[in-house]
Protein backbone atom coordinates (compact mmCIF):
# COMPACT_ATOMS: atom_id res chain seq x y z
CA UNK A 1 0.00 0.00 0.00
CA UNK A 2 1.05 3.21 -1.16
CA UNK A 3 0.81 5.18 2.01
CA UNK A 4 2.54 8.56 1.48
CA UNK A 5 -0.34 9.35 -1.38
CA UNK A 6 -3.22 8.50 1.41
CA UNK A 7 -1.68 10.70 4.39
CA UNK A 8 -2.80 13.93 6.02
CA UNK A 9 -1.54 16.00 8.37
CA UNK A 10 -3.53 18.81 10.87
CA UNK A 11 -3.41 20.30 13.79
CA UNK A 12 -4.95 18.73 16.82
CA UNK A 13 -9.16 19.27 16.53
CA UNK A 14 -11.32 18.43 19.64
CA UNK A 15 -12.83 15.34 17.90
CA UNK A 16 -9.11 13.93 17.47
CA UNK A 17 -8.24 14.01 20.94
CA UNK A 18 -11.46 12.38 21.54
CA UNK A 19 -10.19 9.40 19.07
CA UNK A 20 -6.77 9.45 20.65
CA UNK A 21 -8.07 7.44 23.54
CA UNK A 22 -8.24 4.16 20.63
CA UNK A 23 -4.31 5.28 20.08
CA UNK A 24 -1.75 2.65 20.47
CA UNK A 25 1.93 2.81 19.30
CA UNK A 26 2.74 -0.05 21.51
CA UNK A 27 4.91 2.63 23.77
CA UNK A 28 3.20 3.21 26.89
CA UNK A 29 4.79 6.71 28.16
CA UNK A 30 3.59 7.85 24.46
CA UNK A 31 0.04 6.45 24.72
CA UNK A 32 -0.65 7.33 28.12
CA UNK A 33 0.85 11.00 27.03
CA UNK A 34 -1.66 11.22 23.71
CA UNK A 35 -4.65 10.04 26.07
CA UNK A 36 -3.80 11.98 28.61
CA UNK A 37 -1.82 14.30 28.17
CA UNK A 38 -1.85 16.32 25.20
CA UNK A 39 -4.46 18.23 24.86
CA UNK A 40 -3.64 20.14 28.68
CA UNK A 41 -0.15 21.01 26.76
CA UNK A 42 -1.68 22.74 23.53
CA UNK A 43 -4.01 24.39 26.12
CA UNK A 44 -1.26 25.62 28.19
CA UNK A 45 1.00 26.59 25.08
CA UNK A 46 3.62 24.17 25.64
CA UNK A 47 3.61 22.52 22.26
CA UNK A 48 1.61 22.14 18.82
CA UNK A 49 0.07 18.84 18.10
CA UNK A 50 -0.65 17.02 15.11
CA UNK A 51 -2.99 14.71 13.71
CA UNK A 52 -1.76 12.17 10.54
CA UNK A 53 -4.44 10.66 9.31
CA UNK A 54 -5.70 9.14 5.72
CA UNK A 55 -8.95 8.73 3.51
CA UNK A 56 -10.87 6.90 6.46
CA UNK A 57 -10.01 9.14 8.54
CA UNK A 58 -8.21 6.93 10.92
CA UNK A 59 -5.29 8.52 13.03
CA UNK A 60 -2.36 6.23 12.22
CA UNK A 61 0.12 9.09 14.25
CA UNK A 62 0.52 12.02 15.91
CA UNK A 63 3.52 14.12 16.96
CA UNK A 64 4.39 17.46 19.11
CA UNK A 65 6.52 20.40 17.96
CA UNK A 66 7.83 22.99 20.47
CA UNK A 67 10.64 25.66 20.23
CA UNK A 68 13.99 24.53 21.72
CA UNK A 69 17.48 25.43 21.79
CA UNK A 70 20.82 23.13 21.52
CA UNK A 71 22.14 23.77 25.03
CA UNK A 72 26.09 22.88 24.98
CA UNK A 73 27.51 22.77 28.73
CA UNK A 74 31.19 22.90 28.94
CA UNK A 75 33.79 24.14 26.60
CA UNK A 76 34.78 20.64 26.09
CA UNK A 77 31.42 18.86 25.53
CA UNK A 78 31.23 22.12 22.69
CA UNK A 79 34.11 21.20 21.13
CA UNK A 80 33.37 17.53 20.89
CA UNK A 81 30.02 18.70 19.52
CA UNK A 82 31.45 20.63 16.72
CA UNK A 83 33.92 17.79 16.13
CA UNK A 84 31.10 15.99 15.40
CA UNK A 85 29.29 18.78 13.16
CA UNK A 86 32.20 18.43 10.93
CA UNK A 87 31.56 14.63 9.86
CA UNK A 88 28.10 15.38 8.83
CA UNK A 89 28.36 19.60 7.32
CA UNK A 90 31.02 21.36 5.93
CA UNK A 91 34.10 23.97 7.25
CA UNK A 92 32.08 26.92 6.95
CA UNK A 93 28.67 26.02 9.05
CA UNK A 94 30.90 24.50 11.77
CA UNK A 95 33.33 27.61 11.85
CA UNK A 96 30.04 29.67 12.07
CA UNK A 97 28.11 26.83 14.43
CA UNK A 98 31.11 27.75 16.87
CA UNK A 99 30.95 31.65 17.48
CA UNK A 100 27.31 30.44 18.74
CA UNK A 101 26.71 30.10 22.79
CA UNK A 102 23.25 28.04 22.07
CA UNK A 103 21.21 26.67 18.38
CA UNK A 104 17.98 27.56 17.76
CA UNK A 105 15.59 24.51 17.33
CA UNK A 106 12.55 22.60 17.10
CA UNK A 107 11.91 19.68 19.24
CA UNK A 108 10.26 16.95 17.98
CA UNK A 109 8.63 16.12 21.71
CA UNK A 110 6.52 13.24 21.24
CA UNK A 111 5.96 10.76 17.95
CA UNK A 112 3.71 7.82 17.63
CA UNK A 113 2.67 5.53 15.04
CA UNK A 114 -0.16 3.48 15.09
CA UNK A 115 1.03 -0.45 15.67
CA UNK A 116 0.08 -1.89 12.42
CA UNK A 117 1.62 1.22 10.60
CA UNK A 118 4.78 1.37 11.99
CA UNK A 119 7.72 0.72 9.74
CA UNK A 120 5.61 1.95 7.10
CA UNK A 121 7.83 4.79 6.53
CA UNK A 122 4.99 7.32 8.32
CA UNK A 123 8.12 8.96 10.66
CA UNK A 124 10.49 9.07 8.33
CA UNK A 125 7.69 11.42 6.03
CA UNK A 126 7.21 13.28 9.14
CA UNK A 127 10.61 14.27 10.13
CA UNK A 128 11.72 15.07 6.24
CA UNK A 129 8.23 17.43 6.49
CA UNK A 130 9.34 19.34 9.65
CA UNK A 131 12.91 19.89 8.15
CA UNK A 132 11.51 21.10 4.96
CA UNK A 133 9.13 23.17 6.25
CA UNK A 134 11.82 25.21 8.83
CA UNK A 135 14.09 24.78 5.99
CA UNK A 136 11.67 26.54 3.35
CA UNK A 137 9.54 29.05 5.54
CA UNK A 138 12.21 30.48 7.89
CA UNK A 139 9.78 32.16 10.21
CA UNK A 140 12.27 32.45 13.01
CA UNK A 141 15.90 30.77 13.67
CA UNK A 142 16.12 27.28 13.34
CA UNK A 143 19.26 25.21 13.04
CA UNK A 144 18.54 21.80 14.08
CA UNK A 145 15.85 19.55 14.70
CA UNK A 146 15.73 17.86 18.22
CA UNK A 147 14.61 15.17 20.03
CA UNK A 148 14.46 13.22 23.44
CA UNK A 149 14.41 9.84 21.97
CA UNK A 150 13.38 7.15 24.34
CA UNK A 151 16.27 5.02 24.83
CA UNK A 152 15.64 1.53 23.17
CA UNK A 153 17.45 0.03 20.05
CA UNK A 154 14.41 0.64 17.90
CA UNK A 155 14.07 3.64 18.72
CA UNK A 156 17.84 4.82 18.03
CA UNK A 157 18.42 2.91 15.12
CA UNK A 158 15.21 4.88 13.61
CA UNK A 159 17.04 8.34 14.35
CA UNK A 160 20.02 7.70 13.35
CA UNK A 161 18.17 6.20 10.23
CA UNK A 162 16.70 9.95 9.81
CA UNK A 163 19.97 11.65 10.25
CA UNK A 164 20.18 12.38 13.96
CA UNK A 165 23.03 12.29 16.21
CA UNK A 166 23.90 12.01 19.82
CA UNK A 167 24.15 15.44 21.35
CA UNK A 168 26.13 13.96 24.22
CA UNK A 169 27.16 10.38 25.86
CA UNK A 170 26.11 11.43 29.73
CA UNK A 171 22.70 10.17 29.02
CA UNK A 172 23.76 7.67 27.60
CA UNK A 173 22.13 5.01 30.79
CA UNK A 174 18.92 7.49 30.79
CA UNK A 175 15.70 6.99 29.95
CA UNK A 176 15.65 9.17 26.86
CA UNK A 177 18.72 10.08 24.84
CA UNK A 178 18.97 13.77 23.52
CA UNK A 179 19.58 13.57 19.95
CA UNK A 180 19.89 16.39 16.89
CA UNK A 181 19.59 16.55 13.02
CA UNK A 182 20.72 19.36 11.63
CA UNK A 183 19.06 21.99 9.33
Known sequence: MDIDSQIQIRLMTDADYENMSAFSCGVKELDDFFHI??????????????????????????????????????????DDFI??????????????????????AINIGHLGILE????????????????????????????????????????????HKNSFGFQTNRDSTSPTRRMYRIL
Open 116 to 159: KYQSMGIGSMIIDLVAATYEKHRQAGCQFITVDALNNEKTIKFY
Open 37 to 78: EVKECVQRHYLSAYSVFIETGEIVAAFTLMNDALMIGSQTEK
Open 83 to 104: EDLKLEADEDIATFLNRQSSYP
